[in-house]
């Protein structure tokens, strides 16, 4: 006989548990070490951000693909799942994401851990754009906590 889980009893998006891993691990860290370990933390975004970076570089070149803002997304190492929703609109040597649903931002605002989101939010797609293209510039000038949405521009930097 099977038995049927309550609902909220399903198993949980492993987008949900970072989030809340995330946000558990900075609030420790930030608590026992204010600043100092507020700037360890984004220090450490910042790090695994550039290392996705170049990861995202390597897939690109693998499928032959140039190393430009062109194929930034195409290239990108997380699939999107239903957690996320968010349009692209490429332009001259650019393209820019607006999300209108984000799983990370939900999970840290029903938590009240918006503070530690982002020290990951403000530091992941600028390093990951940083990683990927020294030139790849991002803007990321809209967050879910204060605008309701997140926007991001990559563009190239003149050379």
């Keep these: 006989m099977k038995r ?17 891993m995330f946000a558990h691990l900075s609030k420790e860290v930030v608590e026992r070490f204010g ?21 995202i570089a390597k897939r690109a070149k693998a ?20 957690d996320f929703e968010c349009e692209n609109v490429y332009g001259d040597n650019q393209v820019e994401q607006i999300f ?12 009240n851990m918006e503070e530690y989101g982002l020290l990951y939010c403000k530091n992941i797609d600028p390093s990951i754009a940083r990683g990927y293209n020294r030139n790849l510039e991002c803007v990321h000038d809209k967050h879910f906590y204060t605008d309701g949405v997140c926007s991001f521009c990559f563009r190239m930097e003149e050379q």
Excluded: H
Aim: proline letters at 1%.
């Design 63 to 82: 499928n032959g693909a140039e190393n430009d803002v062109a194929n930034y997304l195409i290239s990108y190492d997380m699939g999107r799942s239903d």
């Design 100 to 111: 209108t649903r984000c799983v990370f931002a939900d999970q840290w605002k029903a938590d």
């Design 4 to 20: 049927e889980l309550r609902e909220d009893l399903e198993p949980v998006s492993m987008y949900t548990l970072f989030a809340r």
């Design 35 to 55: 600043e100092e370990g507020k700037a360890a933390i984004e220090a450490g975004v910042w790090n695994f951000g550039e290392e996705r970076g170049r990861s």
